[in-house]
């Protein structure tokens, strides 16, 4: 629906397939909002990994076609439709989904998938919250059920998911250790609420990561890539330890005899499963980090509109992530 003629660019993806098929359109008609929207002139979008999925066509989401990626946006609204009474024109915001998709300069979204974003956060700031402070919190507080003087081990501690799972489990009372590739990942782990952080490519860190727990083991590990870790994991859980898988990228072969002797549990995550109710507690914890000030996202590489191919191919082959990957539309 256009207003009037008002045209914008936007990311649309005619065909799935490889970053390729993301094409740079600037005759794209600005949407109106309806009954419960908001329309947002977006500032900057979160990139993650599920829209790579997504746009490959391998994701059991399969939108139809053509569509504009990115649900994490951060803006001003700039128009309200009828009965989106929480919002006004010129407010601050940002979002868990959009309708219209967040690669581009205005998304429309529905108003209880928005919330108010704080002076305190930028924009950057601001699209790097949807997704990754939303799945942390799930996985941590819904999905592994953490009570404060529990162990918790961030397998990919550094990417969006990982600080964010830090930061929250620091500020619930947790024992907070996380894993990362690079010298810069493990320094940022520690400034974000890990106690203690290992390097993965080293070959006997899981060693040291036993050493350091001791024979209890861990009670919680929250795993973003699990085709890879997910055999070590369970031999480093506590009695009754919890492996929450939030990533994996394929398959691994495990000996299910692992999970008997501990009674530990593998739980899948997968945020959109969350009630409308449960998004609004979340948001509830989330906002009030944000008034305290232990939600800080941590801003990782930056693109404009014109490299979000380029975005689509690092998010999932450049190794070390450290932050939140973004697309600035300023």
Not at 173 to 186: H, N, R
Not at 213 to 223: A, H, L, R, T
Not at 262 to 272: D, N, P, Q, R, T
Not at 287 to 304: D, F, H, R
Request: hydrophobic share 40%; net charge neutral; glycine share 10%.
């Amino acid at each position: 629906m256009a207003t009037g003629l008002k045209l914008m660019r936007a990311i649309r993806v005619f065909e799935f397939g490889g970053p390729e098929v993301l094409k740079l359109q600037s005759d794209v008609a600005v949407p109106t909002p309806k009954d419960h929207q908001v329309l947002i002139k977006v500032h900057a979008c979160g990139v993650n990994p599920v829209e790579t999925y997504i746009r490959s066509g391998t994701h059991k989401i399969k939108p139809l076609l053509p569509y504009t990626p990115g649900s994490d946006v951060a803006g001003v609204i700039e128009a309200v439709g009828d009965n989106a009474s929480t919002f006004k024109k010129g407010d601050r915001v940002f979002t868990t989904s959009t309708i219209s998709g967040g690669y581009a300069e205005y998304a429309l979204a529905a108003d209880h998938t928005v919330y108010p974003l704080p002076e305190k956060l930028d924009f950057k700031q601001g699209a790097a919250i949807g997704i990754p402070y939303f799945t942390a919190y799930r996985a941590l507080l819904h999905s592994a059920r953490v009570k404060a003087g529990e162990s918790v081990l961030v397998h990919g501690a550094s990417g969006g998911v990982g600080l964010a799972v830090c930061q929250i489990a620091r500020a619930y009372g947790l024992k907070v250790l996380g894993t990362a590739g690079t010298g810069e990942g493990q320094s940022i782990v520690l400034q974000n609420g890990a106690h203690e952080v290992f390097n993965h490519r080293e070959h006997n860190y899981i060693d040291k990561i036993k050493k350091s727990v001791g024979e209890k083991g861990i009670d919680v590990i929250i795993e973003m890539l699990a085709n890879v870790n997910l055999n070590n994991d369970l031999n480093l859980l506590s009695r009754g330890g919890r492996v929450i898988v939030v990533g994996s990228r394929g398959p691994i072969e495990i000996n299910p005899r692992d999970t008997m002797t501990k009674e530990s549990s593998i739980i899948g995550v997968a945020l959109y499963s969350s009630t409308k109710e449960e998004f609004r507690q979340y948001a509830a914890a989330l906002q009030a980090g944000m008034e305290i000030g232990w939600l800080k996202p941590v801003i990782g590489s930056q693109y404009s509109l014109e490299k979000v191919a380029q975005a689509h191919e690092n998010i999932i082959h450049s190794s070390g992530a450290t932050g939140k990957m973004i697309l600035l539309l300023e």
